[in-house]
Structures are given as C-alpha cells and as structure tokens.
C-alpha cells in the first residue's frame, strides 16, 4: 500500500467504531519501507559535533529530489553522532531516520539562519514586526514524509535564542525546531525534540498529520517553547507522548486577528490522547490566536502535573472566528493553579488595523471525567459580554486542593454542570442547556 494512502486509511478508520478492549491508535508504524536509501555522511557530512553539516543536509535532499519518481521514495539516515547544522529543507516522498544516538544539533551562529517571510495568516512575525527566521527543518507543499527513527534526537540548542529574547535584542521571530507548511500526508514519530528556540513543531496548512511517541524536552524557565502547536490544519492525530516544556505543552490555534480572518483556514477533525507532561502553562490549550476557526476537536487521556492551567481555551475580542464541538475528557491533573480557565480576554494583537468589535463564538465545549488534587482555584469562565460563551459544559469534574480550594468564576457564559466539585458557578445551571451535557 503506497505511504499516502497508507496514512489516510489510518486517520479514516479512527471514525469507526473500534474493537472491544482494543486502544485506539492512528499510527503504529514501523515508518514505509522506502525504495532508496542513503546516509547524510555519504554527502560529507561528518557527525563529530563540530563540523557544519547545512550543506550536507541540502545535499542529500537535492538528491533525493531528483529521484522524486523513484519507486517508494528515499529515506535519508542520519548516523549515530552529532550532526551540527544550519537549517535545511525536506522533500516529499522522504524519510528523515535519526538512528539512535543520532543528534542533529542546531547552530548558535543565529547569523547563519535564513528569514523567511511571516505567515499570511499572521501578517507579520509572531514576536515581531518583519519576516521571521526559518525553522531548523522546514518544509514547504510536501507529500508524504516521515520524520522518524530509533528516538535520535533535534537539538535546537535555544540557550541564546532565549537569551536574545530577555534582553530585547531579537531582531526577528525566533525559528522553530520543524514547521511544515501546505503539507499533507506527514508523520512524525519516535523522536526527541529538545531546547527549541521557540516553537518545537509546528505544523501549518497541513493535513493528514500523526505525531505519535514524541518526546518534548526544555527548560520550563525558556520563553515560549510550546510543545506542538497545530495551526490552521485537518486531520490531525497527537497520541502517546511526554512533552516537558516552558509553555503550553499542546495548543490548536488558526490564525492572528484580521489576518487570519482574511486567510480562513481553521483547525479541524483534531484527536489528541494519552499525552503525559507537566509545564508552567497549559497541558492543552486552545488559541488564543483563533481567527480561522477551530472545531470538531477530541482530547482524551491526559495525564499532566505540576501545571500553570490543567486546560485553557482562550480567545480575545477582536480575534473573531469560532472555538466549537471541543471535547476534553479522562484527564488526571496533580498540581495546578487552575483546573480550567476559558477566557476571552487573553492575547495581544498584531497591530493596531484589528478591529476589536469582531467577536468570537464558543460554543459546545464538554469538559468530563476530570480529576485533580492540589489545585489552588478550581477554574475562571469568562466569556465576552456581546458574545457570550454558550453550551458550556462540566460533567464530573473533581479538583481538590491541599487545604480549600479557590471557588468557580463565571461570567457572560451560560451552560451546565453536573457532578462538580467544588460546586459550580450559578451560570452553569440553565435547565435549557444541562440536556448538552448528558447527550
């Protein structure tokens, strides 16, 4: 069976109803055997951590490029050892193998780093102004790629990344550690993802996408080290992964204000589960950057700790778009500030043209089976007061902590709850709308 086809009868089968006792998985690899295979070393790359192999990594992609109608495609195997590098593109119909003991290590030399011009449903660099800096491993309308291996591992050395952001003198957007763009049919599995300078992966306008056994590694004290961030795509599955990182391990989001309305592509048909990790922020969040859109979204088996918000939808006036049908169930939470915020006053702007009267919509979000201990406020829903956040609901939801734990806050949100602890905001008690929560 070709890869492609390989990869959507998998997302597909995730629609139907599975076996008795069975766990659910869209992936289970081994990655497809491919019809080439060749070694970054056999275009002079040398894995000894010191020498710069950018040129070795284009190299063998140019090569594998050029056998594009080669049968089954290429895979590109990355040996035991260090492999320093500039940032490089992938091809379709490839696979990127990282054996294990395999590191490719990113450059500090931020000189050497490509820009790139800013999202079109962006408008401009998400930190600044202007164009934004590459990603170490990019990609731009591919097919059929893998990213994978024996838990070799992408380094992204974001030390003085970091340390640029502190002292104010970044120049542009900081890179991610892997951003695909307009692709489709990708997997990326069985790898380790440590100290990216700012997003760790980052797919955008993709579809088809599985990242599954991933591992997420940075310091909780570096700026902005999101975990995955699934941005303006469909069809995508993140199950069975640990993501440490210094800001919200997995967060969905569609675009930036009135570029994102303009570009309207929103996140869809999305499943995440069985994801273990614990950070200053999010375990899973939704926005705030929203403005295409997000729906039809199910997230189930979390296991987080040590948390700044166990789960966070946020939006902001002026965003527009729509947060709706999101299911958050089966979540073990130890350790938080908040259980569950979902707020419509978070995120800045991307300038001054945003127009605050445009207003999302949140609609239809079940939050159930949620159990928490050392929580210090149970949760904050705060809707928008021409927009409220309607069909809200909270089906046994327990958070407890170490001594009394901080009361619901509700506003502008209308909803239901049952079998909450602590009890629930009086907002959450419209007859008219408890039926949601026990349909």
Not at 109 to 132: F, M
């Amino acid at each position: 069976m070709p890869p492609a086809l390989r990869l959507l009868t998998a997302l597909l089968l995730l629609l139907l109803p599975s076996s008795a006792g069975a766990q659910e998985t869209c992936w289970s690899g081994p990655a497809p055997r491919r019809g080439a295979w060749m070694s970054v070393a056999s275009f002079g790359g040398r894995g000894d951590g010191q020498t710069l192999n950018t040129g070795a990594f284009a190299r063998a992609v140019a090569s594998i490029e050029r056998r594009r109608g080669a049968r089954g495609g290429t895979l590109l195997y990355v040996p035991p050892g260090v492999w320093l590098t500039g940032p490089f593109n992938l091809t379709s119909h490839m696979t990127l193998f990282l054996a294990r003991g395999a590191v490719i290590r990113a450059t500090q030399d931020t000189s050497s780093w490509p820009l790139i011009d800013p999202l079109p449903s962006y408008g401009r660099g998400r930190e600044l102004p202007g164009g934004r800096y590459m990603s170490l491993i990019h990609g731009h309308g591919l097919q059929d790629v893998f990213i994978t291996g024996d838990n070799g591992t992408i380094d992204g050395q974001g030390s003085v990344w970091w340390d640029m952001w502190k002292k104010r003198t970044l120049p542009f957007t900081r890179p991610h550690l892997l951003e695909l763009m307009y692709s489709t049919d990708v997997v990326v599995s069985n790898v380790v993802f440590q100290d990216s300078p700012f997003w760790n992966i980052h797919p955008v306008y993709c579809s088809n996408v599985v990242i599954a056994n991933v591992t997420v590694l940075a310091p909780h004290d570096s700026p902005n080290t999101d975990g995955i961030d699934l941005d303006s795509s469909s069809n995508v599955c993140i199950e069975d992964s640990y993501i440490s990182a210094g800001d919200d391990l997995i967060s969905i989001k569609s675009g930036w204000d009135e570029y994102g309305i303009a570009f309207g592509r929103p996140s869809s048909g999305i499943t995440i589960r069985r994801i273990t990790g614990f950070g200053p922020f999010a375990g899973f969040a939704v926005g705030s950057e929203t403005s295409g859109g997000v729906e039809n979204v199910l997230v189930e088996h979390l296991n987080l700790f040590s948390m700044g918000v166990g789960i966070h939808i946020k939006t902001n006036s002026g965003r527009g778009g729509f947060i709706r049908n999101i299911t958050v169930s089966e979540v073990t939470l130890n350790g938080a500030r908040y259980g569950l915020r979902i707020a419509g006053d978070v995120g800045g702007h991307p300038d001054a043209s945003y127009n605050p009267s445009v207003l999302p919509v949140v609609n239809s979000v079940m939050i159930k089976n949620v159990w928490g201990q050392n929580i210090r406020q149970a949760g904050l829903i705060r809707g928008i007061r021409n927009s409220v956040f309607s069909n809200i609901c909270l089906s046994n939801v327990k958070l407890y902590g170490s001594a009394s734990i901080g009361p619901w806050k509700c506003r502008s949100v209308s909803g239901g709850a049952i079998d909450v602890q602590p009890s629930p905001c009086t907002e959450l008690a419209s007859a008219s709308e408890t039926g949601f929560c026990t349909s």
